[in-house]
């Protein structure tokens, strides 16, 4: 567990009777395959205080692992059909910095990270379990989940089958972190076939519980039990503190971890014809609210902040919808024949935000990761 401060000793001592053992699956990694977000920094800390205990299946990490080279062949795809571009426009001879042999070594040296990763968390990696084709079939064609109403689910199945496994060695309960519906009801508690599943096995049917994200573990099974930074909250509500400014820190750090990040137009205040927006320059925050200060482990504090800010967000609109738009709002048109279909463009927006920022303290006010929990518009389209 390492070296912890006294008052994080004690908490681990009082966290030992709430334990549980968590279950992640692939989309969780999927989400943030490095794990160095927000909800990921916060949750792999709040291993080392809150005595649960960190469980993944060899068979989530090698779908994690195929999910990542897939990515890198989506973007391979994308660079290449940019180089047959610049080619055709220059005539000059191009090479993409990733073949598929680069792309192999890339997708093996991230099961290493991974791995390494998970170590340092003192996960257990559970091997695969056994079970016979013939149970398998049978499950599948009855159509209990987690198979489908068309039988597919058999890694799913592999998964759940892991689970009951880990719920018969010890009695502290599981969590089980997906968003994969197949497990669960209408309501996202777990299906009544898996209840089922545990109750003939002997074990209680609250014996596995699911939850839908990280996101949704955290507030309900570690930040309530972190120790939360009163004196600091009163500080960096009123102001810098530390060489913590939160204003400066979304002014000049934000575009550089939720840059990218596609946003619902609607949530925005834009029309839905701006697709695929993305924050691409933050202009100016205001009416700052820090939320919840909590102190991690690591040195870390994690600041929870309520802002308004105006972003400027690309866009792509249909070239027949360019025009009309172009009359109707302050658009900044960077490319208007982007591709057959698309224009290319920027607007302006302001918005309310919810977001995490997590920062060493006494380290020049350098955040180490920033999330977005919400983005709604303040204004009607």
């Known amino acids: 567990m390492g070296a912890l401060p006294i008052q994080y000793i004690v908490l681990w001592h009082v966290a030992r009777t709430l334990s549980m053992r968590v279950v992640i699956d692939s989309n969780v990694i999927c989400k943030d395959f490095l794990l160095t977000g927000t909800p990921s920094r916060v949750f792999f800390n709040g291993l080392a205080v809150t005595g649960h205990s960190l469980y993944v299946p060899q068979l989530v990490i090698d779908e994690v692992t195929n999910k990542y080279s897939e990515r890198l062949a989506i973007y391979q795809t994308k660079i290449d059909k940019e180089i047959k571009s610049i080619e055709r426009l220059t005539t000059q001879t191009l090479f993409s910095p990733i073949s598929n042999n680069r792309r192999q070594e890339m997708a093996h040296k991230y099961r290493e990270v991974l791995r390494n990763r998970l170590s340092k968390a003192e996960a257990t990696i559970v091997k695969y379990p056994t079970v016979s084709h013939r149970t398998t079939v049978r499950r599948s064609l009855s159509r209990k989940a987690p198979f489908d109403t068309a039988g597919t689910g058999y890694r799913d199945y592999l998964i759940w089958i892991t689970i009951i496994k880990l719920a018969q060695q010890k009695k502290d309960p599981i ?59 009163k500080r960096l509500s009123a102001g810098p503190y530390r060489g913590i400014d939160l204003e400066a820190i979304i002014l000049e750090q934000m575009v550089d971890f939720v840059g990218g990040v596609q946003l619902d137009p609607l949530d925005i205040g834009f029309p839905e014809e701006f697709e695929s927006p993305t924050i691409s320059l933050v202009k100016d925050v205001s009416n700052i609210e820090v939320k919840n200060v909590l102190q991690l482990p690591s040195k870390e ?27 109707r709002w302050d658009l900044h048109v960077h490319d208007d024949d982007w591709n057959e279909a698309y224009a290319y463009a920027s607007a302006s927006e302001e918005v309310h935000l919810m977001l995490q920022v997590t920062i060493v303290l006494f380290d020049s006010g350098k955040a180490t990761s920033m999330g977005l929990v919400s983005v709604r518009t303040k204004h009607t389209v």
């Open 175 to 233: 969590a089980f972190i997906t968003a994969d519906k197949h497990f669960a009801d209408k309501e996202f508690n777990l299906h009544e076939d898996l209840e089922a599943d545990l109750i003939k096995n002997d074990l209680e049917p609250n014996s596995v519980a699911l939850v839908k994200s990280l996101e949704e573990f955290l507030e309900q099974h570690m930040k309530p039990r972190m120790r939360k930074e009163e004196y600091i909250l």
């Open 301 to 327: 504090l994690l600041v929870e902040i309520e802002a308004d800010a105006v972003f400027e967000f690309d866009v792509f609109i249909f070239k027949s919808d360019l025009y009309a738009w172009e009359t």
